[in-house]
T-cell receptor
């Protein structure tokens, strides 16, 4: 079954601390993994996707097929990073359908 | 960048009435759009795939007669919640991929539905 699991509902850190938002997936095939972010009162927007292997706003995520994980990391959190973060999965033959994890609320305190 | 709009942004209706929600791609064409439902502080649940010129594809457990989807043009998909009940109260979000397939999806701002 296709599934995305984000074990933490809330992650609270202080400014400047490292951040890791966990994401594990279950998919029989070659998945495409994404991180989406939703800032307060704004729409969902793409943060990054694994095939791009890019760093956006200091965030990176590496697809680990052995551990079926796609954890999101940032070495030094900023207050403006506070938001809801959703890990999502799509399959190559899924026509773009996204399966979302439960979301993790990141709170960065001053 | 690409923009997806939704209308209305929020709607309150009486139980038993039908509510139509529009999703528009403002500066690009979308042969496919997706409709999601989101409960407070919870994940987005895919409801259906809206296909321009053909029937929508519904996810398991989603009642197609309850949630009518019409993809009238390459820039417009509508979701009609028929005979709405309080349990249909939710946040409905649409998305559209820029070039179909696995390209970046652009999300609408969502529509808050409250059924009294």
């Amino acid at each position: 079954a296709q599934r995305v699991t984000q074990p933490e509902k809330l992650l609270s850190v202080f400014k400047g601390a490292p951040v890791e938002l966990k994401c594990n997936y279950s998919y029989s095939g070659s998945p495409e993994l994404f991180w989406y972010v939703q800032y307060s009162r704004q729409r969902l927007q793409l943060l990054l996707r694994h095939i791009s292997r890019e760093s956006i706003k200091g965030f990176t995520a590496d697809l680990n097929k052995g551990e079926t994980s796609f954890h999101l990391k940032k070495p030094f959190a900023q207050e403006e990073d506070s938001a809801m973060y959703y890990c999502a999965l799509s399959g190559r033959n899924q026509g773009g359908k996204l399966i979302f994890g439960q979301g993790t609320e990141l709170s960065v305190k001053p | 960048g690409a923009v997806v709009s939704q209308h209305p942004s929020r709607v309150i209706c009486k139980s038993g009435t039908s509510v139509k929600i529009e999703c528009r791609s403002l500066d690009f064409q979308a042969t496919t759009m997706f409709w999601y439902r989101q409960f407070p502080k919870q994940s987005l649940m895919l409801m259906a795939t809206s296909n321009e010129g053909s029937k929508a594809t519904y996810e398991q457990g989603v009642e197609k007669d309850k949630f009518l989807i019409n993809h009238a043009s390459l820039t417009l998909s509508t979701l009609t919640v028929t005979s709405a009940h309080p349990e249909d109260s939710s946040f409905y979000i649409c998305s559209a991929p820029l070039a179909g397939g696995l390209e970046t999806q652009y999300f609408g701002p969502g529509t808050r539905l409250l059924v009294l």
